[in-house]
């Protein structure tokens, strides 16, 4: 599977739970909608997956990636200390300048 680059350092900065890696893979301003939450910008986005590494420890394997223009969906299996462990899930991204600007994940 051919991912974008900043696609594959956020897969990777999740499976070794670095918030901050995970968070520089987004623009400064970026968007993230997750478990009915919005956070924004990179700094809240570095502190939510902060929180969500030490409560999850949640790891992710790509399945399928597709991309229409800046817009794409990354199907992932996630697992980790989370109940019905493992599940699927698309993270649907905007992606400009080699940043992501925005992510919504859903089951």
């Not at 399945?63 to 969906?73: D, F, I, M, P």
Request: with cysteine.
């Amino acid at each position: 599977m051919n991912l974008p680059k900043v696609i594959t350092d956020l897969v990777n900065a999740q499976n070794s739970f670095d918030s901050t890696a995970y968070a520089d893979c987004f623009s400064e301003n970026a968007v993230v909608f997750d478990e009915g939450k919005t956070h924004n910008g990179r700094v809240d986005i570095q502190q939510w997956i902060d929180e969500s590494n030490k409560k999850y420890k949640s790891v992710m394997k790509p399945l399928q990636y597709a991309e229409n223009g800046t817009a794409s969906v990354l199907t992932a299996e996630c697992s980790g200390t989370f109940p019905g462990s493992p599940i699927t899930l698309q993270f649907h991204f905007d992606i400009a300048d080699g940043q992501i600007q925005h992510l919504k994940v859903t089951g």
